[in-house]
């Protein structure tokens, strides 16, 4: 029987002498975007989510047409940045009932037919938003509705995933839990079908805030 020593020895040797791959970072590796709140229309649409811009003026009537669009009679809010003080009138001026999370509970929050929440980041290369688990946000905006809206300062738009984990890696303090989402949740582990809505919501909405 090979011990594991052997076994390991014999692994090495044949590694010695071969080629390696270099170590080095290309200087061209990371893509170049031209125009990154473009990009990130482009790749959110891709994979079945829905890219809205707007300015600061016409955030809380942007949200209230998606809440419309879907006839949703219960909406679930964060008191998250940059979401607008005016959000919950504004809706329920449209008809839909609002719940604030986390101080409407658990049960309000799983009978609601839209979450809406702020985003720390978003992502031009890959149509990608980080939520927070942080409050005033949470986990159950973003994951239990059907409808998931994010709501992202254009200024918070990064080129790359690389560039992303440098901001993190640079904030003084991290939440327990960061989620990057790029549209609605989706799996393809039944006999390789993708079926959208699974674990999480079944439609995904990120407005761009351009003037703020």
Same mark, same amino acid.
């Given at each position: 029987?090979?011990?594991?020593?052997?076994?390991?020895?014999?692994?090495?040797?044949?590694?010695?002498?071969?080629?390696?791959a270099p170590l080095a970072i290309p200087s061209d590796w990371a893509p170049i975007i031209d125009d990154p709140l473009e990009r990130f229309a482009t790749e959110l649409e891709a994979v079945h989510g829905h890219a809205h811009r707007c300015l600061e003026a016409r955030l809380s009537s942007t949200v209230a047409e998606i809440v419309t669009s879907?006839?949703?009679?219960?909406?679930?809010?964060?008191?998250?940045?940059?979401?607008?003080?005016?959000?919950?009138?504004?809706?329920?001026?449209?008809?839909?009932?609002?719940?604030?999370?986390?101080?409407?509970?658990?049960?309000?929050?799983?009978? $609601?037919?839209?979450?809406?929440?702020?985003?720390?980041? /978003? #992502?031009?290369?890959?149509?990608?938003? =980080?939520? *927070?688990? @942080? &409050?005033?946000?949470?986990? $159950?905006?973003?994951?239990?509705?059907?409808?998931?809206? /994010? #709501?992202?300062?254009?200024?918070?738009? =990064?080129? *790359?995933? @690389? &560039?992303?984990?440098?901001?993190?890696?640079?904030?003084?303090?991290?939440?327990?839990?960061? #989620?990057?989402?790029?549209?609605?949740?989706?799996?393809?582990?039944?006999?390789?079908?993708?079926?959208?809505?699974?674990?999480?919501?079944?439609?995904?909405?990120?407005?761009?805030?351009?003037?703020?």
């Amino acid at each position: 029987m090979t011990s594991q020593k052997q076994f390991l020895d014999t692994i090495r040797s044949k590694l010695e002498g071969g080629t390696r791959a270099p170590l080095a970072i290309p200087s061209d590796w990371a893509p170049i975007i031209d125009d990154p709140l473009e990009r990130f229309a482009t790749e959110l649409e891709a994979v079945h989510g829905h890219a809205h811009r707007c300015l600061e003026a016409r955030l809380s009537s942007t949200v209230a047409e998606i809440v419309t669009s879907y006839s949703a009679s219960r909406v679930l809010l964060t008191r998250e940045e940059p979401l607008p003080p005016d959000l919950a009138q504004v809706i329920e001026g449209v008809g839909a009932e609002v719940t604030w999370w986390p101080e409407g509970g658990r049960d309000p929050a799983e009978a $609601a037919d839209v979450g809406v929440t702020g985003a720390l980041w /978003a #992502v031009a290369e890959t149509g990608t938003v =980080v939520v *927070t688990s @942080a &409050a005033p946000g949470g986990r $159950a905006p973003s994951l239990l509705p059907t409808v998931h809206i /994010a #709501v992202v300062a254009a200024s918070r738009m =990064v080129d *790359t995933v @690389a &560039a992303l984990f440098k901001e993190i890696a640079a904030r003084p303090q991290r939440p327990s839990n960061l #989620v990057l989402v790029t549209g609605p949740s989706k799996t393809g582990d039944i006999e390789n079908i993708l079926v959208q809505g699974v674990h999480g919501p079944k439609e995904q909405h990120t407005i761009v805030v351009e003037n703020l």
